[in-house]
């Protein structure tokens, strides 16, 4: 989504605005923009395309201004060319903003009835006429701000700058995050904006974050807060870490393979934080918000990657704690309507915590008096932040937009959550624990094997590359498997993917097998091996090409022609974190060999919080 950062500076901010914008590349973007206010007048500058053409606007044209806004813009309303890229300008007003203004059809009407000339096909356009069409009317500026933002519908984050108002920053935010930064040392006295905290790192790591509905008015006095009803109200500061992570690709090529590399350590990480691991038990760093023993039932809303992991671990609540399971993708649920029983248990999975369709679900579900639990890798975002309890994942900052690192990290914790489930429930006994907590606790090592395979999966993706079409097979947890394997391939490499559960290939899929159809089935030695090895040979007798991912020397019971990704002897238990690292590494390679960008893939965003 669209990247916010605003400075009100005690020297010229372009530079800073420009490097913070970079911090937030990877929310995925297609034009960028700045604007800054120099001897009381607006100044802008605007590209399409990726930060290097704004940055050599501003080498062409450099801006001055100590006061400044910048934008990243992921186009939702207009074409990503530079007329449409922001700040947008009307009047004295220059606005930023992420998000949707659902109602700007109505309000930009409204506005060329009474004689506003637009010069964009972008909602955003519309907040500035907006609000100076409220300055005009007598308003101050932080009044007209307040004024108009009750006539948004829609979810959006904003920042404002004025002509002739050197010492004012405001933002607002309403579904989308914003954070206010402080400036100390040597920048003391400077107050920033920005859509993460890790756009303000290099500047600050303190912050306060506005909640739902807030708006606020920087000046060089400080920050004032005010709440949806306009009235004044303290928001508390925080220390963030995100100052501390080195967002850089160490000696990677991109961020997504330095974050599949990552992986041993961060799932780790996250099962240690959710293991008592000299015990060999589970031990959670929360309480449960529900009576685990008496739950009827558990219902999982997520989107995308989340939403994968969500069916993997049906599998594991249903198996290991008896727990009846109801999951649904997060833009489904939303709107269904679905009855919820008082005192049920919503768990919601998101990396950013910000994804605007599992947020609404999250609310439905409260509406329902659901108690909610979420797994988020932001601890500061609005989804941990208006749940129950948030189960933190360990991922660290996951900066490529295709979700691999929090994936992993997002099965380990819902593997120790179905555990506690099973403990809970008496559906796990003292022995049966200790084998579970054994088998995860063995997942990071397995991880480490199964990175070893990249070489073979290089070589297999060199071939997969001139794939027009392929197919994902997989049965128990490698189903789900297999619909991240297809949305990994599809979403980076941009070849069409679709990934079936094996048992489903006679009933129709099978019509799309020839000798060009790659077929990569997910097959770790499970209770339903046999049965997927016998699936492929309904493949095999129709020349398709096997690409079994399975344990070494599997595909020699196949009894037909077959390609391996070798894979390292296991407890079947929680394979499918471990067989996620041979699908991550397919996608990555063939987009790598295809030319695609693999952290920033066309079209797509790292956190969608529009609908
Ligand atoms: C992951 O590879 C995708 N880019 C995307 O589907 C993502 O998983 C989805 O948008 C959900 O995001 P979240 O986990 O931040 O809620």
């Given at each position: 989504m669209c990247g916010i950062v605003g400075i009100l500076g005690s020297e010229p901010v372009a530079g800073n605005i420009l490097e913070a914008l970079k911090r937030l590349e990877y929310r995925g973007y297609d034009s960028a923009g700045i604007a800054t206010l120099e001897n009381g007048r607006i100044a802008r500058r605007r590209a399409a395309g990726k930060l290097k053409n704004l940055e050599a606007a501003l080498d062409a044209e450099p801006l001055f201004g100590h006061l400044g806004i910048g934008h990243t813009r992921w186009a939702t309303h207009g074409r990503p060319t530079a007329d449409n890229a922001h700040p947008h300008l009307n009047g004295q007003v220059a606005v930023v903003h992420n998000g949707i203004i659902e109602n700007f059809r109505a309000l930009r009407d409204e506005l060329e009835a009474k004689g506003h000339k637009f010069t964009s096909e972008t909602d955003t356009e519309v907040v500035a006429h907006l609000v100076d069409d409220a300055i005009k009317s007598g308003l101050s500026p932080s009044d007209a701000v307040a004024a108009s933002l009750p006539r948004l519908k829609g979810a959006f984050a904003l920042a404002f700058i004025f002509e002739g108002e050197e010492d004012l920053l405001i933002g607002a935010r309403q579904g989308a995050p914003l954070v206010v930064g402080f400036g100390a040392g040597e920048r003391a006295g400077e107050l920033y904006l920005g859509s993460d905290a890790l756009a303000l790192a290099p500047l600050t790591d303190e912050l306060a974050y506005l909640e739902e509905g807030d708006h606020v008015v920087l000046t060089r006095q400080g920050a004032k807060f005010y709440d949806e009803s306009n009235q004044p109200v303290a928001r508390k500061r925080i220390r963030t870490a995100a100052s501390a992570f080195l967002i850089d690709k160490g000696n990677y090529r991109h961020f997504m393979a330095k974050e599949i590399h990552e992986q041993p350590e961060v799932v780790a990480r996250t099962l240690a934080h959710c293991l008592d691991l000299a015990a060999g038990t589970v031990a959670l760093p929360f309480e449960l918000p529900v009576d685990a023993a008496s739950l009827p039932r558990l219902t999982i809303a997520a989107c995308g990657t989340a939403f994968m992991a969500g069916l993997v671990s049906r599998y594991w609540f249903e198996r290991i704690a008896k727990l009846p399971v109801e999951i649904e993708v997060a833009s489904e649920f939303r709107y269904r309507e679905a009855p919820m029983e008082k005192g049920g248990l919503m768990l919601l999975i998101s990396q950013s915590g910000e994804t605007a369709d599992t947020l609404a679900s999250l609310r439905y579900a409260k509406k329902c008096g659901q108690k909610v639990l979420s797994v988020v890798n932001v601890a500061t975002s609005t989804m941990a932040r208006e749940s129950d309890v948030a189960a933190l994942t360990l991922a660290g900052p996951e900066i490529g937009v295709a979700s691999t690192k929090a994936f992993t990290c997002q099965l380990a914790l819902l593997a120790c959550l179905a555990l506690a489930f099973g403990k809970a429930r008496g559906t796990v006994d003292a022995k049966e624990e200790a084998r579970l907590v054994a088998a995860l606790m063995a997942v990071p090592g397995l991880i480490a094997e199964a990175l070893k395979r990249e070489a073979a999966v290089e070589t297999l993706s060199r071939d997969l590359a001139k794939a027009r079409d392929v197919l994902y097979l997989g049965r128990g947890t490698s189903y789900p498997l297999a619909l991240e394997g297809a949305l990994k391939l599809k979403e980076i490499s941009y070849i069409h993917a679709e990934g079936y559960a094996?048992?489903?290939?006679?009933?129709?899929?099978?019509?799309?097998?020839?000798?060009d159809l790659p077929v990569i089935v997910i097959a770790p030695r499970d209770k339903v091996f046999e049965k997927t090895l016998s699936n492929l040979q309904e493949v095999a007798a129709r020349n398709g090409r096997i690409i079994l991912i399975s344990e070494t020397g599997a595909v020699d019971h196949l009894g037909a022609e077959g390609e391996e990704i070798g894979m390292p002897e296991m407890a079947p238990d929680f394979s499918a974190i471990v067989y996620a690292v041979p699908v991550q590494l397919i996608a990555y390679h063939t987009a790598v060999f295809m030319g695609k960008d693999a952290d920033q893939p066309r079209n797509l965003a790292k956190s969608v919080t529009v609908e």
């Open positions: 094996a048992g489903e290939l006679k009933h129709g899929p099978i019509a799309l097998v020839d000798s």
